[in-house]
């Protein structure tokens, strides 16, 4: 295997960013950490629209090659239940994984009680069926496995300890009816010290089957004297049992450096929430939010994911 250190790993879309707020008709204050999927042969993303009033929905946005040309579609969108505890101010940051013909979307309700994991449902788009709440708060960044491991239905999230020095970790649970979750492990730690994945880390993109086993994006972050800096890194899940790491990637392969990543409302963040795999079966389309701001495109061969994460990635939990 050649493992590719030379040039990045994940490239960018030289049009990139590919949807700002101005393309919405109406006034808001961002779009980004886009969930995506492909519906009706089209790429469908589920953007996290930022209000004027602070409060986020999902709204899709859809294009038929993935990256230009991109329609708004402001009648199909989740609005928050802002009468209730669990939306209470908001709803943020989608991750759709589909299962048969139902797509499972897993969003972030932004409560009374902070951050919590929803489940709602959809065929098309255009009704959502709300599911409720799969995880009580601080629990964020949470997608569904597209199929049952051992008769069980499968989630990986991210509860926030109450004591905040000692970092965010990845866990994964299970469901056998989607419901009733349980049997919470420990998946992926944030490291400490001077790691770049140090404070804490989150899942992105929903799992990913490959030859190779779950391949998984997550965003790790480090705090510095000018505040956050958000990046990506990448880890090797058995295909079996996605308990057990079989790499994860010391450094990190994406951050930010593009304008419309440093420059915005959250400088020095690229968070990413859904990838596709093109036709050709090695093309993955990663699609994250750039700086709070905007949402953005970048491209990668998965056999190369895949090199690297397996010649430059550790075991047990990556800890070098
Ligand atoms: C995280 C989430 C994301 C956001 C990121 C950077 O905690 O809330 O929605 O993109 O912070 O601000």
């Given at each position: ?21 101005e ?20 790429t469908?993303?589920l ?6 009033t602070?409060?986020s929905s ?9 990256l ?31 299962c ?20 709602a ?20 960044d ?24 000692i ?20 998946l ?74 440093i ?17 050709d ?6 699609y994250?939010?750039?700086a ?29």
């Amino acid at each position: 295997m050649t493992a590719v250190h030379h040039r990045e790993l994940f490239r960018r879309y030289p049009g990139n960013p590919i949807i700002t707020v101005e393309q919405f008709p109406f006034m808001a204050n961002s779009v980004f950490n886009p969930a995506a999927t492909i519906f009706e042969n089209e790429t469908l993303l589920l953007c996290r629209v930022e209000h004027r009033t602070g409060l986020s929905s999902l709204v899709v946005a859809r294009s038929a090659d993935g990256l230009t040309d991109w329609i708004i579609e402001p009648d199909r969108c989740m609005e928050p239940m802002l009468d209730s505890h669990d939306e209470k101010w908001g709803i943020e940051d989608a991750r759709i994984t589909k299962c048969g013909d139902e797509y499972y979307v897993v969003y972030t309700g932004f409560s009374a009680s902070g951050p919590l994991v929803c489940l709602a449902t959809t065929r098309d788009f255009r009704e959502f069926r709300r599911m409720g709440v799969l995880s009580s708060p601080e629990d964020k960044d949470a997608a569904l496995f597209p199929c049952q491991i051992d008769d069980q239905w499968v989630l990986v999230h991210r509860p926030v300890p109450r004591i905040e020095s000692i970092g965010a970790h990845i866990w994964i649970s299970t469901s056998p009816d989607m419901q009733h979750w349980g049997n919470p492990q420990l998946l992926l730690e944030a490291r400490l010290g001077g790691w770049w994945d140090s404070n804490k880390i989150g899942l992105g993109p929903p799992p990913l089957l490959t030859a190779e086993g779950w391949l998984i994006g997550y965003h790790g972050v480090r705090i510095t004297a000018a505040g956050a800096l958000y990046r990506v890194g990448l880890a090797l899940l058995d295909r079996d049992d996605p308990t057990k790491i079989l790499a994860r990637t010391n450094e990190w392969v994406m951050g930010p450096s593009a304008p419309y990543e440093i420059a915005g409302d959250v400088p020095g963040v690229v968070f990413p929430c859904g990838w596709v795999v093109l036709d050709d079966g090695d093309t993955v389309r990663m699609y994250y939010g750039a700086a709070d701001t905007s949402i953005a495109v970048a491209e990668a061969s998965l056999a190369e994911l895949l090199d690297y994460v397996l010649e430059r990635g550790t075991g047990e939990n990556g800890r070098g």
